[in-house]
């Protein structure tokens, strides 16, 4: 009910006056049935807009460090994700990512639609980095669809480290569906994940135009507060190979090793949550 009056009476309204979202592909959102909204990262506000121009309600999986604050803030912190549909995802690693994602995997077997950022975290530079396979794990496991969304404009509404957004206008950009079915029975194999994944992520490079780094973007993060004075060596940028011959788009198999750092989750047991930090 929250959820409904916020977006319908009080929040949606203002929010759609004063940044005026333009939309394209929004039909390609099934009128009912499952299916995951896999969308690029570029801001806290993500998880605001998009939910808002589409139809019906979409429950995203968010950082589980939102519903553990303390004090008023924390806790109003926590009531408010709670409320506005979000779940809490561990991204420690191990059990506690993939009892995270067994919440994801009830909200589709109910039918609902679940948001999920594959690259695991904001992009720090407005790149589109490596996902992570947990969204080709759901899709595959729950025989659902994957719908691209690239998400325009929002890192200038709200850039990391800043709390009040600026005022202007930003857009979001629905895929075609992508079907994943003929791999329904590989479901647990990694390099079919891997490539499920890369898929994803190949559309969401083609409808956003965002340059594409073939490296996590957590770990690029790490070396950017290791080593402030140097940004510009933060990440290689790559072109991701064309299509495969099955006839959707699919950068290559893994070419890389996993995050490899301490507190990050291994890349095929990561979610892909809404990390948004």
Do not use: C
Not at 229 to 254: F, T
């Amino acid at each position: 009910m929250f959820y409904w009056v916020m977006k319908r009476i009080f929040l949606g309204p203002v929010l759609k006056l004063l940044f005026r979202p333009w939309v394209k592909g929004l039909d390609n959102i099934p009128a009912e049935g499952a299916a995951i909204i896999a969308s690029n990262h570029l801001s806290f506000s993500d998880s605001i807009f998009m939910p808002l121009m589409v139809r019906r309600p979409v429950v995203f999986l968010a950082k589980s460090e939102y519903f553990t604050g303390t004090g008023v803030k924390g806790r109003l912190t926590a009531l408010f994700f709670r409320l506005t549909n979000q779940l809490p995802m561990d991204r420690s690693g191990g059990a506690a990512s993939a009892a995270s994602l067994s919440a994801g995997m009830e909200v589709l077997n109910h039918g609902g639609l679940l948001g999920i950022y594959p690259e695991g975290t904001r992009s720090p530079d407005s790149k589109l980095y490596r996902g992570k396979v947990g969204v080709a794990r759901l899709a595959l496991q729950a025989g659902v669809p994957v719908i691209p969304v690239a998400m325009i404009g929002t890192d200038k509404v709200q850039p990391i480290g800043k709390r009040l957004p600026n005022i202007r206008r930003i857009g979001m950009i629905f895929g075609e569906p992508l079907d994943f079915s003929r791999y329904r029975d590989q479901a647990e194999d990694r390099d079919i994940q891997r490539k499920v994944t890369d898929q994803i992520m190949f559309e969401l490079m083609r409808l956003s135009g965002q340059e594409y780094v073939d490296e996590y973007a957590a770990v690029v993060k790490l070396r950017l507060a290791a080593k402030p004075s140097e940004p510009a060596a933060a990440a290689k940028p790559v072109v991701p190979p064309a299509p495969d011959a099955a006839g959707a788009g699919s950068p290559s198999a893994d070419a890389g090793a996993g995050e490899g750092a301490a507190g990050l989750l291994n890349a095929e047991d990561d979610g892909g949550a809404a990390a948004k930090g």
